[in-house]
């Protein structure tokens, strides 16, 4: 195969950002995704969008809004919904309270498709699916090529100028042989208040979450296998978690206290905000459409479900364990509630529950992929540390650091999921924050760029810069460096270091519509453990 400008390793969202910037600057890409479905986490990992309060306003890039409103022009054109829902500018399909916009994960792949279906054509944009990489020809500080293998088996070796990391785990990052982190480091090593006090630690990682779409079909029974694990899985209680993980009982991720999560709540009033699980990452819901509509959608994505037994990286196991473990964990969750969680109504198990496939794509209705957290980390040019954006590391000052490199905003909690050390959860406030350019570029590799979560983070801020908006933001822009590169003959580190080039790449950002400060971060508050309901999640 011809050489590419840009081979970008994975299909998430920063690949499907960093993809479209460099078609806009006119610097041909290829997406080397492992999945046929494009979008990762909002799509095939099945996870409707974690966003931040500000989001309908601001505080994300252009393309990323137009993703936002593509899907709400989707539901628009396509489904019955009733004439008030039709009507709503700020349409949320599912009414569900993590955010403000929950869609079902297939209508986000369709909705990518359309967005990279003009540079395809004119043969800016070109997508491998069911390929993986396998390894990467390195010289000095260049890559020059990767070898691809697809779920067939053909290989193919792909030349470019530039190489861009977008996968969950930093595949790209490993084989190129950058040199990275994994799992939390400690205070001795970041300063950060809230690492671990002793030594770092490489196992311990967040945990990950494998996603079911679920939908009630009254009067039926949709009861699945048994799951071989599911013994184990029943009886399985954390010493740090107030009953079995199979339950409705969770630890609260912020006071680590009991508290009880049922499926639905016995009662509520019209209106109201349901705080139950049903509710929670609810991707369709019934009563916004046309008579007839038969059930919800909801998303699986509960505290319960998180996985952390094994660790994915450096563990004797294997990801292929883990992975294979967190998949019947999920089935055994869907078994238990079919069979024996308590009802809202009294009685034991909910076997109208039904897993609904049609909408991940696949025969049992959990997504294609898991919901991966964290991976390897770039010893990059800059870190971003918890100095930088929390509120009670920053005590005193307003606002999170200004970065003179910004290349892009986010907002979100550090939010971090059990992990496979044992530790409970961990939930920091942040200030809304920028996207460093320097956190994109590897110490070493010239040619290699951090474009998701890949990039220069600890395992704290790692928490807050994994969600939708960010991963995009991050995308998008290194995308647009590679492509700034490209056509000044410039190298990424010159560019940082250069205040001309510098400016120049951050003015070619502004006019692809990249946000790359806050209006005003003084006058915004932070980002504050509940986000827009003071539900838990």
């Known amino acids: 195969m011809g050489a590419k400008k840009i081979v970008i390793i994975g299909g998430g969202l920063g690949a499907i950002a960093a993809s479209l910037s460099a078609a806009r600057l006119g610097v041909p890409s290829i997406i080397v995704s492992e999945c046929s479905w494009l979008g990762g986490q909002v799509s095939s990992q099945a996870i409707p969008p974690d966003e931040h309060p500000w ?18 022009a989707f539901y628009r054109d396509h489904y019955p919904l009733n004439a008030q829902s039709r009507s709503a500018p700020r349409l949320n399909p599912g009414l569900g309270n993590i955010g403000p916009l929950s869609h079902e994960p297939f209508v986000a792949g369709l909705v990518i498709e359309q967005m990279l279906a003009p540079w395809r054509s004119r043969g800016l944009i070109e997508v491998l699916r069911g390929w993986r990489i396998v390894e990467a020809e390195t010289t000095g500080d260049h890559t020059r090529s990767v070898r691809v293998r697809s779920d067939d088996g053909e290989e ?19 084989a190129a042989g950058v040199e990275h982190v994994i799992g939390a480091e400690s205070t001795a090593e970041t300063g950060e208040p809230h690492a ?35 013994d184990r899985w029943r009886s399985y209680q954390p010493d740090f978690w107030p009953g079995p993980l199979l339950g409705w009982d969770v630890s609260d991720y912020v006071t680590h206290q009991p508290r009880h999560r049922p499926l639905f709540l016995a009662s509520s ?48 196991e294997g990801a292929g364990t883990a992975l294979a473990e967190a998949r019947e964990f999920t089935l055994s969750f869907i078994y238990w509630m079919q069979t024996e969680a308590p009802r809202h109504d009294g009685g034991t198990g909910y076997p109208e529950l039904r897993p609904h496939g049609e909408v991940t794509g696949t025969p049992d209705g959990l997504a294609m992929l898991p919901y991966i957290r964290e991976g ?28 003179k490199d910004s290349v892009g905003v986010g907002a979100y909690r550090m939010d971090l999921h059990p992990s ?16 460093p350019l320097g956190a994109l570029i590897p110490q070493r590799a010239e040619n290699v760029l951090a474009a ?25 822009a290194a995308g647009a460096l590679a492509a700034f590169c490209l056509s000044t003959a410039s190298a990424p580190r010159q560019v940082r270091s250069d205040p001309r080039r510098l400016e120049d790449l951050r003015r070619s950002l502004a006019a692809l519509g990249v946000e790359t400060e ?7 508050t932070p980002e504050r453990r509940f986000g827009y309901l003071p539900p838990p999640r």
Request: aromatic content about 10%.
């Open 55 to 72: 989001i309908e306003m601001t505080g994300c890039t252009e393309t990323y809004r137009q993703f936002r409103n593509g899907v709400r």
């Open 156 to 174: 193919k070796v792909l030349e470019a100028e530039y190489f861009l990391d977008t996968t969950d785990l930093g595949d790209l990052v490993a």
């Open 196 to 230: 671990l006090p002793g030594e770092s630690d490489p196992t311990d990682q967040q945990a990950i979450t494998w996603a079911a779409a679920l939908r009630l079909s009254p009067h039926t029974e949709n009861i699945i296998d048994k799951p071989g694990a599911y």
């Open 269 to 316: 009033q019209d209106g109201e905000i349901h705080y139950d699980l049903w509710h929670a990452r609810r991707a369709l819901a019934a009563s916004q459409m046309e008579d007839g509509w038969e059930s919800d959608t909801t998303i699986a994505a509960w505290p319960m479900m998180d996985y952390w037994q094994i660790p994915l990286l450096g563990s004797e």
């Open 376 to 403: 390897r980390r770039i010893k990059a040019e800059f870190t971003v540390l918890e100095q930088h954006i929390g509120v009670a590391a920053r005590a005193g000052l307003d606002g999170a650091e200004p970065f």
């Open 420 to 435: 496979s050390s044992g530790r409970n959860t961990l939930d920091l406030d942040t200030w809304p924050f920028q996207v």
């Open 452 to 476: 998701g979560k890949a990039m220069g983070t600890t395992h704290l801020t790692n928490g807050a810069y994994r969600v939708h908006p960010i991963e995009w933001s991050v995308g998008e």
């Open 518 to 524: 806050w209006p005003s971060l003084g006058a915004l």
